[in-house]
């Protein structure tokens, strides 16, 4: 019922009949909505609780780890649609009704994805994520009017990453098809759990099944941008504006990362070592590659290759160990990012910045500002007492455990190479000199800073009472 | 089905060795595209199910919709800038920036 009522709504937006900025605002009172719904169900219901329920004519299947997720993905959209709120940025880039409607679009395939049961409707909800993303990201293409989106005068950069990310997304999902095509050709079988069924009868003996289900990991990853696929992701993200950034490059992420940590389907354990490569290249090539950037977003794509390693660290042992480890590392993946993008579109307001060099001396502007862009960039490195250090920590804890002690010392070696670019930033805003540091001093929405004070707030605070939060989610969470 | 597999390396080789035009590009994922269907429809006849001949209908309305995006893109480029050559237009002139120092 609620994605029908989601489609229904973008089919009566999409008439024009109200201003841009209005439909805006109804489609954040929509998400607050969903995302209430789904809480009031995770708490409500003990209905299904170690088992789901099959939806659709079992074409869909719901569990709480499925709710979980579109909560998730409904939360963070939240919040990207509030910024596009503040100020300058509303006056450009609610300019149209097209860029919330994208968005709306995009939700709509995310929340089937995290429920598809099926392989026709997982490669359609994948396709009906990916086609809003290209269109979002070549959206604003033009310059002069897009002063405060973080945007460079006369550079066309948004539409070549657009392009860009459509040939590589659109090589990622027929890599999917391919793989999907392949399984139905050997098994027969659409329906997710009646493979799982068959494998089970089979003993693992089908050998185009192992084609096909490799080949639908490597779509994934090349759609997440995860290492031996990762070119395309630093040029996409430093390509478009940085609200557009903040909406590609953190909410994309979720339904797939969830949706490969629900289905061992496509990793039993012979394929885990697929992920298993892939999270090791991509540690290795986000640590070290990172330390040769001097642009922010692009360096916030590299630190975010390298937590897409350790979160695919913990989708190997997924077979083991429970998802909470996985679940929990998203959720604080996706507070600190969100919280160093707001801090940065905050001060996009004032003046673009682009380059590292451009937050020298920024503690001597605006103290409080700056004062939480450095807990997030703590917490991304993994300091102790902040939040990052303890998904990191339980990840470590279950790979140690599960004794894979070589990709273990290698995280652990590349999370200390990946704080020297954390601290580097940390120096460059605390220490530096206060050169380029001439812009009027930075006024900020109501909304901004709440949400900005928020987060920083429990990044800091996770430390006193973090039982609080566990016990919240501990029996939920339990397979 | 062999003739699918050579449609999907024809287009895989198109799409990595092409370095003239975008527009070559979109066509060989269109080939790609092709090739699965065809694979899929044997598939289908072989297995004597009716799902796979459903599925080539979806690939198909995907291959249509990616083509429509990847075109409006490639109008607009040609628009701005003249042309939709690899080389002529430099993809990666965000990649370092000399100038600057940190």
């Known amino acids: 019922m609620l994605t029908i009522s989601i489609i229904l709504f973008i089919i009566i937006l999409s008439f024009k009949i109200l201003k841009p900025v209005y439909i805006n605002r109804i489609s954040i009172l929509i998400s607050i909505y969903c995302s209430i719904i789904l809480l009031t169900i995770i708490f409500n219901t003990n209905v299904f609780y170690n088992y789901g329920i099959s939806i659709y004519n079992s074409l869909g299947y719901i569990s709480i780890n499925q709710i979980i997720g579109q909560l998730i993905v409904w939360f963070t959209i939240t919040l990207v649609l509030l910024l596009g709120e503040s100020g300058k940025t509303r006056k450009n880039i609610l300019r149209s009704s097209e860029y919330t409607l994208i968005i709306l679009l995009s939700i709509l395939g995310m929340n089937f994805l995290l429920i598809s049961n099926d392989l026709v409707t997982m490669s359609l909800a994948i396709e009906l994520i990916s086609f809003p993303l290209y269109i979002s990201a070549s959206l604003y293409k033009n310059d002069e009017i897009y002063e405060g989106l973080g945007f460079n005068k006369n550079n066309l950069s948004g539409i070549y990453a657009g392009l860009k990310y459509l040939l590589i997304g659109s090589l990622g999902s027929v890599f999917i098809l391919l793989g999907s095509v392949f399984i139905y050709g050997d098994t027969g079988l659409t329906n997710i759990t009646n493979i799982i069924e068959l494998l089970n009868i089979f003993n693992n003996k089908l050998e185009i099944y192992k084609i096909g289900s490799t080949l639908i990991i490597v779509g994934l990853l090349l759609k997440l941008g995860c290492a031996p696929f990762h070119n395309w992701a630093p040029d996409v993200y430093d390509g478009v504006p940085t609200i557009v950034t903040t909406w590609i490059s953190i909410v994309p992420k979720i339904p797939f990362l969830i949706f490969l940590s629900l289905h061992p389907l496509f990793i039993y354990p012979l394929l885990s070592n697929l992920t298993l490569f892939s999270s090791f290249c991509s540690l290795i090539i986000g640590s070290i590659m990172g330390l040769l950037i001097f642009r922010i977003k692009r360096l916030l794509a590299y630190s975010s290759i390298v937590h897409l390693g350790f979160i695919l660290l913990s989708i190997s042992c997924i077979y083991y160990i429970n998802t909470f480890t996985t679940i929990f590392y998203i959720v604080v993946y996706v507070i600190t990012s969100i919280n160093i993008f707001f801090i940065l579109n905050s001060i996009n307001l004032s003046k673009n910045i682009e380059l590292l060099s451009e937050l020298k001396g920024f503690v001597y502007n605006n103290k409080l500002l700056s004062f939480s862009l450095i807990i997030s960039f703590f917490s991304l490195a993994g300091i102790p007492p902040f939040l990052g250090f303890y998904s990191k920590y339980f990840i470590l804890l279950d790979s140690f455990n599960l004794e894979y002690y070589f990709i273990t010392f290698i995280s652990l070696l590349c999370s200390v190479i990946s704080c020297v670019y954390y601290l580097r930033i940390i120096k460059i805003i605390n220490f530096d000199d206060n050169i380029y540091m001439n812009y009027k001093s930075i006024h900020l929405n109501e909304t901004i800073s709440i949400v900005i004070s928020f987060f920083t707030f429990l990044t800091l605070t996770f430390v006193l009472n973090g039982n609080l939060i566990f016990n919240l989610f501990n029996t939920p969470f339990i397979i | ?102």
Do not use: C, Q
């Not at chain 2, 003739?3 to 269109?30: A, K, P």
């Not at chain 2, 796979?52 to 249509?64: E, K, R, S, T, V």
């Open chain 2, 1 to 102: 089905m062999l003739i699918g597999f050579f449609l999907i390396f024809i287009g895989l080789y198109g799409f990595i060795f092409n370095r003239n035009n975008y527009l070559l590009i979109v066509i060989s994922i269109e080939i790609i595209l092709l090739g699965t269907a065809y694979i899929l429809s044997i598939f289908s006849i072989n297995n004597d199910d009716i799902i796979g001949l459903l599925f080539i209908l979806y690939i198909i309305a995907i291959a249509a919709a990616e083509v429509a995006l990847a075109l409006s893109i490639l109008v607009t480029m040609s628009r701005l800038r003249g042309s939709i050559h690899i080389k002529t237009s430099n993809i990666n002139t965000l990649k370092y920036n000399p100038k600057i120092i940190v």
